[in-house]
């Protein structure tokens, strides 16, 4: 995982940002990601070749949504004239059957530009993103997790803005709940998900 200045070049390395210049540093095994943009997100990149070649891209689709499913997963796609009839079957695939997002360029260039502005823009709040504290935070999840024992308003909204999701919530260790709710309903938590009959 790199820090959210630094992204990995397809395949082979990463890139530093810092300070605005661009410094690639030699990686080996990104496995099926192109670029590593932080440990939140990475990208798969499909060129114009790939889309006109055939379906072979797909299982590296699949791969690659199988492969990083704790990070967003994005995948750049060279949308040009001569990919430009392929590419509706392609944003069916990528973005109703896999979930992931589909981000079109019209060339390399633009695909680095687009790259560098991500890499530089998730150091700064984006007013568009739907923060996922604020979703958990729905009266409905506020509720069904107060109905764990011991749990009350205050703790549930301590525990929903601490966990991304519901999912994390759930799988969470007795000592990773301690700090955030004390260590009896931390006890509680772990017992009513991992102990039901308890």
Do not use: W
């Not at 700090?179 to 931390?186: D, E, N």
């Amino acid at each position: 995982m790199f820090s959210s200045g630094t992204f990995a070049v397809p395949g082979y390395s990463r890139m530093n940002t810092g300070t605005g210049n661009v410094k690639t540093i030699f990686e080996e095994e990104l496995g099926v990601v192109d670029f590593h943009l932080s440990n939140k997100s990475c990208i798969l990149y499909v060129s114009e070749t790939d889309i006109v070649a055939g379906n072979n891209y797909k299982r590296k689709l699949v791969r690659f949504r199988n492969a990083n499913s704790s990070l967003q997963g994005i995948v750049v796609v060279e949308k040009t004239r001569l990919s430009e009839q392929y590419f509706p079957a392609m944003q069916k695939f990528v973005v109703f059957e896999l979930g992931l997002t589909l981000l079109p360029v019209a060339s390399q260039l633009e695909a680095s530009q687009l790259l560098t502005q991500i890499v530089h823009g998730e150091s700064k709040d984006n007013p568009f993103r739907r923060k996922s504290v604020s979703r958990l935070l729905d009266p409905l999840v506020m509720s069904l997790v107060q109905q764990i024992p011991g749990v009350g308003k205050v703790k549930a909204r301590a525990l929903l803005q601490h966990f991304c999701s519901i999912h994390q919530l759930c799988s969470a260790e007795t000592h990773e709940l301690e700090p955030i709710v004390g260590q009896a309903t931390a006890q509680s938590i772990s017992n009513f998900f991992h102990n039901p009959l308890v």
